[in-house]
């Protein structure tokens, strides 16, 4: 009976060994060969200081930058999801009327969606360029620039979403860094 518990526990040691440290050791050994940037969230450096990742979004919520889509987890990678509440929810309008007023945002000139309501993941970097370009005259005005000043950097940063589609989007983080670069914000 005891050679048989012992012989168990072996058998759960070598598979704990095996599947969980074997392979997420491969895993990083693979993914360090395949994908060296990728590897660590693509983590983006300003003067040897760690700002953010290109691949994450971060909360930015000063006038003078470009903000990203809400996130129903606060921005915290170790939390990603989305809120689960359904479009009829009350509370969805309730995160999105101060969301609107920040925006600047009136039945005149409604906000695009994306930036009052959450992605799925609560951490995508990018918006549309649409979205960013709705922000260019409220980051102009913080920056003491000319609107055309924001939208050349939005324009300068766009990429296309996929092969064929005509929209384009834009990496906050790496738009916002590039606005501080162009037009630098008083603090």
Known sequence: MLADLIASLRIALAS???????????????????????????????????????????????????????S?????????????????????????????????????NPAPAELVLASGSGLDPHITEAAAIFQADR???ARGVTPG???????????????GDPARVVNVLLLNIDLDRIAPAGD
Not at 152 to 158: F, G, L, T, V, Y
Request: hydrophobic content about 45%; proline content about 9%.
């Open 72 to 108: 129903a987890v606060d921005y915290a990678a170790d939390a990603t999801g989305g809120s689960n509440l359904s479009p009829a929810n009350p509370q969805i309008r309730e995160r999105a009327e101060p969301l609107l007023e920040a925006l600047g945002a009136t039945p005149e």
């Open 16 to 70: 704990i060994l095996v599947c969980v440290v074997g392979y997420a050791g491969a895993l990083l050994g693979a993914a360090s060969l395949l994908a060296p940037e990728s590897r660590l969230g693509r983590l983006l450096e300003i003067d040897a200081q760690v700002v953010g990742a290109r691949d994450l979004a971060q909360a930015f919520t000063r006038p003078e930058y470009i903000w990203p889509r809400p």
């Open 139 to 141: 980051v102009a005005r």
């Open 149 to 163: 000043v924001i939208r050349e950097a939005i324009e300068a940063r766009a990429r296309p979403i996929g092969p």
